[in-house]
């Protein structure tokens, strides 16, 4: 920025050749054409109302003249070459003392806005170039550049393609290059945010950001590394992109003081950035904000707006004879109608509260001190922390100018060091590149500094790292590239197909973007966020659409050995990747398969799969119950096997006994036995199947054929019995007490007790605990359990002496009866010492039979004493 005490040009001078101003609506091609007017001068200078803009005609003009005919002048970059002929600025900067051809104003319009609109009316009135003086802007402007420049010549410019409004659009069903606009940083993060959820990233452009950090925002934009772009209404002053729809979240702002509607000129400013050339544009509203009125819509489309009334106004002559004067200068009336005050500014705001330091009251004497104090107070309050900080900076800048004539090293290194840290969220990167931007501003005025230029490009080189780290953040934050690349092919893969690869370890890559793993026949995403699992499963599926098909054909010629059936949870598996499940089929032994989740093209490539499986379960069970199905074909031959082998087999080799099973005839339960089937006090079955793990595998598919989907863990190996809650309910096993006692064994124990108490009662085998599989302590409750009758072992009374009574086993009650009631008389006496030990086995004797009345006793037989 120019001193203040640099002359400026007025009205009063004598008025250049031409004076001319170009007007229209976004889209006209004005810009370019200022530049064109600029280049074709030998020397020019154009104002634009914001450091991005400067910077980007700026890289313009160097690719057309060369950088050493090309200056830059902003308030944090000055690149001014020896010889430099164009010069691309920001409003505030424009070196009005240098004499060029060519001077041109940009968003002229902006002369209205409270805040900065002075500096705009101040070029309007007093920048003229010597050949040539343009001015770019709306035609609200009209009325007001007749009646303060009467000579001007203004050129009436059209949009080159149309713009059409669109109504209210969700957020997820905006086309594709659209710009979704807010006011404010909040409502920027979370439009933001949900747009990378469901369309995959967006690019995000804000006033504060640096001209680094925009430009690489923009480039992921321009690029299509992203379809969408977020934007506050920066987007609205002349950064032209490829932008088709416009939608509006907000449609009000906060304009520094309160909140305000839009007015129609500033949606319209917005709105123009959409469709580009000749290309045309739409525009609406989306989130939450209402849908346009028809009346304001049109007026949108047909650009019929209000002229502008007023332009803010500030005296540029100042008085610097004292700080008092300067201050009562800068609040002196508009000269003329038309113009009015605007807001008080943050350099009169900050030069009226230096004015209250005692040690600036004393020092800022003279028109010297005065000017530099103004200076001072011109630098910009990038931070805005709403404190005294900016004041306090302005106070030690301006002591140390005044006492010393430049900065001191040490203050500059130290700010720079606090503020060149690339660590940290995207606020506080926002908030070191502000405190940058006034160090840059220090460091560009030369005359401030004995080494401006060393912290001028220490001030650039800080400012890089930071806005790179914060184009990290951002993009980070709100791009998933992936989702971004995957949505964008899918939208187009009609006309181009999705490259796609399947690696060796089964790694699904799509466009160069790993999205998962297949296993077995199914993708798995891994962690992935909800919103978008559909999309990388739609990539995924079409990308899997050759994989699928030959992952089947392997599958369905693989060997057995590459299948495995675990007997506990019933899940299938091929090479350890688990398929489907066994579930409840028409009988025990004939289960169905449920396959997991997959990405099958269709029923057939499924119905594929489960045949196979079934084929290996069948196979399984056709080895673990092959003499089932021996006994099954020879019953074909034999009509009194039929019945109970197909209820063995329906089953599972293991059925419940019937009453008629106990009245088969002789010859055809030899037949039975000769075929391994016992028919048993608890159950009909056989005990070829009784081995553990034919036992447990039955129990499995009895467990699945009941519909239960818990594990079912098998017994421990090599046990006849079992605590009863082990194998409660599983086949093959009987509840005796508190134990459980394999099928078999408890049928061949009790037949072994029948046979033991037939004719008489007799002592218990020491061993007989050991048949069950139990302690000796549990084998009365054992044996009351299996109805079998005995009498426990009894304690003699300290008042004898002898072998304890020992455990007897009892014939069944209906022979005991009959054998009682067959002693005579005199056999039944009671024992005269009833305390004995052997009182009991009196009751026990064998009696001789009666002779029969048909038959007469065998005459070498003995009678039983």
């Not at 005025?445 to 951002?474: I, P």
Request: proline share 8%.
């Amino acid at each position: 920025m120019p001193s203040a005490v640099q002359r400026t040009f007025s009205t009063a001078h004598t008025m250049p050749s031409a004076v001319r101003a170009a007007l229209g609506p976004t889209n006209t091609g004005k810009t370019h054409y200022a530049l064109t007017r600029m280049m074709a001068h030998a020397t020019g200078i154009i104002g634009f109302p914001l450091r991005l803009l400067a910077r980007e005609n700026y890289e313009r003009l160097v690719k057309a003249k060369g950088a050493r005919f090309v200056a830059l002048i902003t308030g944090e970059e000055k690149i001014v070459p020896h010889g430099a002929k164009w010069f691309s600025c920001t409003v505030e900067a424009m070196p009005l003392d240098r004499k060029v051809e060519f001077v041109a104003v940009d968003e002229i319009q902006l002369a209205a806005d409270p805040d900065r609109g002075h500096v705009f009316t101040d070029r309007l009135l007093n920048a003229r170039g010597t050949v040539e003086t343009l001015f770019l802007g709306a035609e609200t402007i009209r009325p007001l550049l007749k009646r303060l420049i009467p000579n001007i010549e203004i050129d009436t410019r059209h949009r080159l393609s149309s713009l059409v409004y669109t109504g209210a659009t969700k957020l997820s069903k905006l086309p594709p290059r659209s710009a979704i606009v807010a006011f404010s940083m909040a409502e920027v993060y979370t439009l933001a945010e949900v747009v990378r959820r469901r369309r995959g990233g967006c690019a995000v452009i804000m006033g504060q950001l640096s001209p680094r950090t925009r430009n690489a925002q923009i480039e992921l934009y321009q690029n299509r590394e992203v379809d969408y772009l977020v934007a506050t209404d920066a987007i609205g002053m002349g950064l032209n992109m490829d932008v088709d729809h416009v939608a509006l979240a907000q449609l009000s702002k906060f304009d520094g003081t309160t909140p305000r509607p839009l007015y129609p000129q500033e949606i319209a400013q917005i709105a123009g950035r959409a469709g580009r050339g000749m290309r045309d544009g739409t525009f609406g509203t989306t989130a939450d904000a209402p849908a346009l009125s028809e009346t304001l819509a049109e007026t949108i489309e047909q650009h019929r707006f209000e002229p502008i009334k007023r332009l803010s106004w500030r005296n540029s002559c100042l008085d610097f004879t004292n700080p008092r004067a300067l201050l009562a200068s800068l609040t002196v009336s508009p000269p003329q109608k038309g113009l009015v005050p605007g807001r008080i500014a943050s350099d009169v705001t900050t030069l009226e509260s230096l004015l209250l330091d005692p040690d600036i009251q004393k020092t800022a004497r003279g028109r010297e001190a005065t000017a530099l104090l103004w200076d001072v107070c011109q630098i910009p309050d990038f931070r805005k922390l709403g404190d005294d900080s900016h004041a306090r900076l302005c106070s030690n800048l301006y002591m140390h100018l005044l006492k010393d004539g430049t900065i001191p090293p040490n203050w500059m290194d130290g700010h720079l060091r606090g503020l060149d840290k690339p660590e940290g969220d995207i606020d506080t990167l926002m908030q070191r590149l502000t405190g940058i931007r006034v160090c840059a501003y220090i460091a560009s005025r030369n005359e401030w500094s004995r080494h401006a230029n060393t912290w001028q490009k220490r001030t650039r080189e800080v400012e890089e790292r930071l806005s790179d780290a914060l184009h990290d953040r951002l993009t980070a934050r709100f791009v998933d590239r992936r989702a971004a690349t995957l949505l964008r092919r899918l939208d187009d893969a009609q006309d181009h197909p999705l490259l796609s690869a399947v690696t060796q370890d089964g790694t699904v890559v799509v466009e160069g973007h790993e999205i998962g793993k297949i296993e077995g026949f199914s993708l798995n995403l891994g962690p992935i966020e909800d919103s978008e699992r559909a999309l990388v499963l739609r990539a995924g599926r079409r990308a899997l659409q050759q994989e699928i098909p030959r992952r089947i054909h392997q599958f369905t010629h693989a060997p057995d050995a590459d299948l495995a059936l675990n007997t506990e949870t019933a899940i299938l598996s091929w090479n350890g990747v688990p398929l489907g499940r066994l579930s409840a089929g028409k009988t025990v032994l004939q289960p169905h398969i449920r396959l997991f989740h997959d990405d099958f093209a269709d029923t057939q490539q499924r119905t594929q799969v489960e045949k196979r499986l079934i084929t290996f379960v069948q196979s399984l069970i056709q080895r673990d119950f092959s003499v089932l199905f021996a006994l099954q074909h020879a019953a074909e031959t034999h009509p009194a096997l039929r019945g109970v082998v197909h209820r063995l087999v329906e089953d599972g080799g293991i059925t419940p006994p019937l009453p008629a099973d106990y009245t088969i005839p002789h010859d055809d339960r030899r037949l039975l036995k000769k075929h391994g089937i016992i028919i048993g006090h608890f159950a009909l079955f056989m005990p070829a199947l009784m081995r553990p793990h034919t036992l447990h595998m039955r129990a499995l598919l009895s467990h699945v054929h009941a519909g239960h989907s818990s594990a079912l863990a098998p017994p421990p190996p090599g046990r006849i019995s079992c605590p009863l809650p082990t194998v409660s309910g599983r086949p093959g096993w009987v509840a005796v007490g508190d134990v459980g006692v394999r099928l078999d064994i408890i049928e061949r124990r009790l037949y072994d007790l029948k046979r033991l108490t037939a004719r008489a009662p007799c002592l218990a085998p020491r061993d007989l605990p050991s048949w069950f599989g139990i302690r000796a302590a549990q084998l009365t409750h054992t044996l009351t359990s299996l109805g079998i009758r005995h009498q426990p072992p009894s304690v003699l009374d300290d008042r004898f002496f002898g072998p304890a009574a020992p455990l007897l086993l009892l014939p069944p009650r209906s022979q005991t009866h009959k054998r009682r009631t067959s002693l005579p008389p005199e056999r039944t006496r009671p024992i005269h010492n009833a305390d004995s030990p052997f009182a009991a086995l009196a009751a026990l004797r064998p009696t001789p039979r009666p002779p029969s009345k048909t038959r007469m006793p065998h005459p070498k037989r003995k009678r039983s004493s």
